[in-house]
């Protein structure tokens, strides 16, 4: 993106950690996945976050030879010898403009994450894995990194407060780069918030939905110059790199398959059309939409012409149908007493239906009176969330699907 639109500009890129996907199947296929990408885009350091090391040794050891960049961190140590358990830091040397007093400049990454007492993990040959402060650690490494290098850049997994207690206790630090949770730091240089001394911090959020982005000029030779931060946020209006949206769809469809294994295995009569568990007497238990329609035929009609009437084909064209992660917002109950399994043992509660925001209807209207039902756009961001729907407006979304009479809901 960078480099197409300034061509002849160097582009390193990197990443402050914790990127690992949770410690079961799926979240190792993502992190493989995420890995290849980073390959593919040419990474040159990732810093060692906490969850890189939450799969387990082994795993990262096998990540960590398939990754065509290093891993640095300075907090994450062996227990026995308080020494980092990958490169402490490592010097990456970039070319700088043609015409340039020098022909390159040399710029040092380290990392650190939170330290956490209770954090343990078992390394090869029984050896234990802790943390140590990630403030102290990098007052001790940063001389070492300012010897070798132009420039000095800590890639962080801490909070804001900590980032800046690090610009303040290890001298020599040019930048603090990466974050902790959504926090988004200034992208100017705001004395005692982005800039502690000499030292720069920028923190870019959570979720990999932005590219926190520095640009560096450089003076008499290889003395930093100006540097400009820029928040990028990576909305669908930036075009998919081919290749990489392949590998993408590829994971998806793998962890789709997984979980449909899984649910195959957990109900083997599911492609027989078995019936619902049995739920005790007395229990509201989700019925399908269909049962709603001879007493409120027009809302009906209108729900069965809305998009959230073929919720489920979504899924089902994008080979997600047995994501849980996706399910959930694009059928009836799912994960509730009497609600969504899997399409061929409920079909019936496919799709956004009546149930998925009015409730289970089963004993309506015999033994539930008037307010069955009453709902708020409250109802609408339990799946329209910033991360899954971030063009939701009720303004604009609720005429689509309004199927009721004003008059006649507030009497």
Sequence with gaps: MFQEKYPGVPVLYVDAGDFTGDPNVPGQRQTDALVEAMNQMGYKVAALGLRELSQGWETFAARRARARFPFVSANIVWKDTAEPVVDPFIVVSAPLRRGAKAKEVRIAFTGVTMGNPAFLKQGPDGRSIVTIDPIEAAARIVPRMREKADVVVVLSSIDIDKARALARRAKGVDFVLGGLGAVQSRADDFPEDSLIGTTRIQMVGDQGKNLGEVRLTFKDGRALGTAQRALVALTRDWPD?????RLMAATRESINEYHKGQAAAANPFATQGTTAPVIPAG????????????CHETEFGTWAGSSHA??????VSNKQDYNPRCVGCHVVGYGRPGGFRDAASTPRLIHVGCESCHGPSSLHPDAVGAGYGATTTDACRTCHTTENSPDFNPATYIPRVRHWDEARAAR
């Design 283 to 294: 229990t509201a238990t989700y019925t399908g939409s269909e049962r709603c329609q001879p």
């Design 310 to 315: 073929r919720a489920f084909e979504i899924l």
């Design 241 to 245: 790199q081919p290749e990489l949206a």
